[in-house]
């Protein structure tokens, strides 16, 4: 009682303490414009605001950890009227005001060149275009990023300089442990599972673009969804948000947006049903920004693609488009039933992969330093339009004597192109029917 007598009235007109206050009338609109971004730079640490996307951008927690958020009008608005007091004056009187309505629109598209640059948001160690691994928690100017580890997580200590028998464990823990139960029809599929765990981690080693991992199967039940939670869970700490495409294009175009909008490093595309042939999703493989408008607005923004993304089917019909921007994991249980196998290595495996979430992220930084500490070597096969990926992806895999990396692309494309085998196969019968007597198309038909 004795503190609130002493304490001195506040007013609701007068401004709060700290806070700028900025005039509105009679002055020009980039004098306006000064002041506000004036009253926002010294809180945008503690609003960890960003320069991204063309825009605006803040970080926001949500039940699925951290994201990126594209600021709008209306949010800006709100961010504007709680950092400042905004006042108007009329002869000796001064009252309260509001933002002009166009300072709102005009901070986010001129976002003030004071502000950092925010690219993504990670949640485990990955290593940054200078080959460093990221640790630290927080934001890293070099790299853009925003690290913030999961509760509990700890990274053991790794060598810079790892040993051979350093990487052949972690070879092994890998695949005798963490992949272990799932039936790959190939070498070549357990690799390309491996590149897939491996990029998350060193996406921003590759200065170009990366390929779909294509996680297929002859029947339902065989680890398909599975293998990319597991992926995920190692790289993201949970496990994947399944998403569709449709065949409308204009629709794919949205939900891609949205994806790179909110920094996703690992996008799944689950349970493709039919023919995956989709012109957004091609480009989208091979650029290395996306630039589209947001919806309900008129500007455009650019994202950057460095997300790893997985595509999970059952005898996936793919056009040729798709289907050389793509590489293979094929499971093949060769049963009927798969779903009803048991006598696993780890049982349930999600659980036990987030158990030894930090033993695993080691073996994969491993992996990685080892391949940096013996000079970055190429991998020796190479991958129209991803040349980048194929030579980091084959190199880490090489080193660690991983063998199958990018071997079975002939045999992938063959069974993929189901267009040009169809076509083939109507050529030979036209040829065999009528050889090479002119035929008319009533005839042919």
Same mark, same amino acid.
């Given at each position: 009682?004795?503190?609130?007598?002493?304490?001195?009235?506040?007013?609701?007109?007068?401004?709060?303490?700290?806070?700028?206050?900025?005039?509105?009338?009679?002055?020009?609109?980039?004098?306006?414009?000064?002041? &506000?971004?004036?009253?926002?730079?010294?809180?945008?640490?503690?609003?960890?605001?960003?320069?991204?996307?063309?825009?605006?951008?803040?970080?926001?927690?949500?039940?699925? *950890?951290?994201?990126?958020?594209?600021?709008?009008?209306?949010?800006?608005?709100?961010?504007?009227?709680?950092?400042?007091?905004?006042?108007?004056? !009329?002869?000796?009187? $001064?009252?309260?005001?509001?933002?002009?309505?166009?300072?709102?629109?005009?901070?986010?598209?001129?976002?003030?060149?004071?502000?950092?640059?925010?690219?993504?948001?990670?949640?485990?160690?990955?290593?940054?275009?200078?080959?460093?691994?990221?640790?630290?928690?927080?934001?890293?100017?070099?790299?853009?990023?925003?690290?913030?580890?999961?509760?509990?997580?700890?990274?053991?200590?790794?060598?810079?300089?790892?040993?051979?028998?350093?990487?052949?464990?972690?070879?092994?823990?890998?695949?005798?442990?963490?992949?272990?139960?799932?039936?790959?029809?190939?070498?070549?599929?357990? @690799? !390309?599972?491996?590149?897939?765990?491996?990029?998350?981690? $060193?996406?921003?080693?590759?200065?170009?673009?990366?390929?779909?991992?294509?996680?297929?199967?002859?029947?339902?039940?065989?680890?398909?969804?599975?293998?990319?939670?597991?992926?995920?869970?190692?790289?993201?700490?949970?496990?994947?948000?399944?998403?569709?495409?449709?065949?409308?294009?204009?629709?794919?175009?949205?939900?891609?947006? &949205?994806?790179?909008?909110?920094?996703?490093?690992?996008?799944?595309?689950?349970?493709?049903?039919?023919?995956?042939?989709?012109?957004?999703?091609?480009?989208?493989?091979?650029?290395?920004?996306?630039?589209?408008?947001?919806?309900?607005?008129?500007?455009?923004?650019?994202?950057?693609?460095?997300?790893?993304?997985?595509?999970?089917?059952?005898?996936?019909?793919?056009?040729?488009?798709? &289907?050389?921007?793509?590489?293979?994991?094929?499971?093949?249980?060769?049963?009927?039933?798969?779903?009803?196998?048991?006598?696993?290595? !780890?049982?349930?495996?999600?659980?036990?992969?987030?158990?030894?979430?930090?033993?695993? $992220?080691?073996?994969?930084?491993?992996? $990685?330093?080892?391949?940096?500490?013996? *000079?970055?070597?190429? +991998? !020796?096969?190479?991958? +129209?339009?991803?040349?980048?990926?194929?030579?980091?992806?084959?190199?880490?895999?090489?080193?660690?004597?991983?063998?199958?990396?990018?071997?079975?692309?002939?045999?992938?494309?063959?069974?993929?192109?189901?267009?040009?085998?169809?076509?083939?196969?109507?050529?030979? @019968?036209? @040829?065999?029917?009528?050889?090479?007597?002119?035929?008319?198309?009533?005839?042919?038909?």
């Amino acid at each position: 009682d004795v503190l609130v007598a002493a304490a001195t009235p506040h007013s609701p007109d007068e401004p709060l303490p700290g806070l700028a206050q900025i005039e509105v009338t009679g002055r020009q609109l980039r004098a306006i414009f000064t002041d &506000a971004w004036s009253a926002l730079l010294p809180v945008a640490t503690d609003l960890r605001l960003f320069h991204g996307a063309g825009g605006l951008v803040r970080i926001i927690d949500s039940d699925g *950890g951290p994201q990126i958020q594209l600021l709008d009008e209306a949010t800006m608005f709100g961010l504007l009227v709680r950092h400042a007091d905004w006042i108007a004056r !009329h002869g000796s009187k $001064v009252t309260d005001a509001k933002p002009p309505k166009e300072l709102a629109r005009d901070m986010l598209s001129m976002p003030d060149p004071a502000l950092p640059a925010l690219e993504a948001i990670v949640t485990t160690p990955v290593f940054t275009p200078q080959g460093s691994l990221l640790t630290t928690p927080g934001y890293d100017p070099a790299s853009r990023l925003w690290y913030e580890p999961m509760p509990g997580f700890a990274l053991p200590e790794i060598p810079t300089e790892p040993t051979e028998d350093d990487a052949a464990e972690a070879v092994r823990l890998l695949t005798e442990e963490l992949f272990v139960d799932f039936p790959f029809a190939a070498e070549s599929d357990e @690799a !390309h599972a491996l590149a897939a765990l491996l990029l998350p981690f $060193v996406r921003r080693l590759i200065p170009g673009c990366a390929p779909i991992h294509l996680i297929e199967a002859p029947t339902p039940g065989s680890g398909k969804s599975l293998l990319a939670d597991l992926i995920s869970i190692v790289a993201r700490g949970r496990a994947c948000e399944a998403t569709t495409l449709t065949r409308d294009e204009n629709e794919a175009r949205k939900k891609i947006t &949205a994806l790179l909008a909110h920094g996703a490093p690992i996008v799944l595309v689950d349970n493709v049903r039919n023919e995956l042939d989709s012109a957004q999703l091609a480009s989208a493989l091979t650029a290395e920004a996306w630039t589209d408008r947001i919806l309900g607005a008129t500007r455009m923004v650019e994202f950057p693609n460095r997300a790893t993304w997985l595509v999970t089917a059952n005898n996936p019909k793919l056009s040729l488009e798709i &289907a050389r921007r793509s590489i293979r994991i094929r499971l093949n249980p060769e049963q009927e039933q798969p779903w009803e196998r048991d006598g696993f290595k !780890h049982d349930p495996i999600r659980g036990w992969a987030r158990q030894q979430r930090p033993q695993l $992220v080691a073996a994969v930084v491993t992996l $990685v330093q080892y391949w940096l500490a013996r *000079g970055r070597p190429a +991998g !020796h096969r190479k991958l +129209g339009s991803f040349e980048d990926w194929a030579a980091v992806m084959g190199g880490i895999l090489r080193c660690a004597s991983v063998r199958g990396f990018l071997e079975d692309t002939a045999d992938f494309y063959a069974a993929a192109d189901s267009d040009s085998q169809e076509w083939r196969a109507f050529a030979i @019968a036209w @040829a065999d029917r009528h050889g090479q007597q002119p035929v008319k198309v009533s005839d042919l038909v």
